[in-house]
Structure formats: C-alpha cells, structure tokens
C-alpha cells in the first residue's frame, strides 16, 4: 500500500477541516480536499487521532451541516411530498385521461398552456 506523508496528510486534514466548517459531509469534504473517500475512511478506521479530530469538527459543526442540508435540499421551498413515498416534483398519475392525452391539457391552467399557432388563410 502506498503511504502518504505526514506533510501531505497534514494538508489534507487542513483542507478536510476547512469544509467541515463550510457544513459539508464527509464525502463532499473529501471532494472538496481532493481526497478519496476510501482513503479517508481508511485513515478513520486506522488513526485514532484522526478519527476524534473528525467527530469533534462534526460535533462542532453540525448546526452548519443541517443548514446546509436544507439550503441544498430540493423540496426547500417547495410544497412537500403529499403522501410518503411520492415527489412533489412530478405530478399526480391520471388513470382516467386517456393514454394520447398530453401533460399540458391534463395539468395545466388554460392561461398556462403554450399557444397553438395556426396557419391563416
């Protein structure tokens, strides 16, 4: 296995500490330091040091975290799901519309529907 150096991981978890305090998660703050993810997670599971500086940047900057996770979260201000499971981006199936039947006559207002251009003679 290829070794780092202490130099090089040094700037590593300088620039992993940068985006835990950005609110990134672990996988974006690896992305951030240029960093693979399975290294990250090797170095966890090998250095203790390593492993308490990481929980004590999370424990430090959770509250960064979340906001984080709601500023990029994609039903932010938008209406939620309507039932568990369902995505608030799409609309509804309808069974009843015939199969021909298009997304603009189905689902939109008359005022939002495209106009039709026709040829006049």
Not at 2 to 21: G, L, M, T, W
Request: charged share 35%; with cysteine; proline share 8%.
């Amino acid at each position: 296995m290829n070794q780092v150096s202490p130099r090089r991981k040094k700037r590593y978890i300088e620039r992993i500490s940068a985006a835990f305090a950005d609110g990134f998660t672990r996988r974006l703050a690896c992305r951030v330091a240029k960093l693979n993810h399975a290294t990250f997670y090797r170095w966890m599971a090998s250095d203790t040091e390593f492993r308490e500086l990481v929980l004590a940047l999370e424990t430090k900057h959770a509250k960064k975290r979340e906001w984080h996770r709601w500023w990029t979260h994609p039903f932010r201000g938008k209406r939620p799901p309507r039932k568990p499971g369902d995505n608030a981006a799409y609309p509804p199936t309808r069974f009843d519309l015939p199969p021909w039947t298009r997304y603009q006559d189905a689902f939109l207002r008359r005022s939002q529907r495209p106009l039709k251009l026709r040829w006049v003679r």
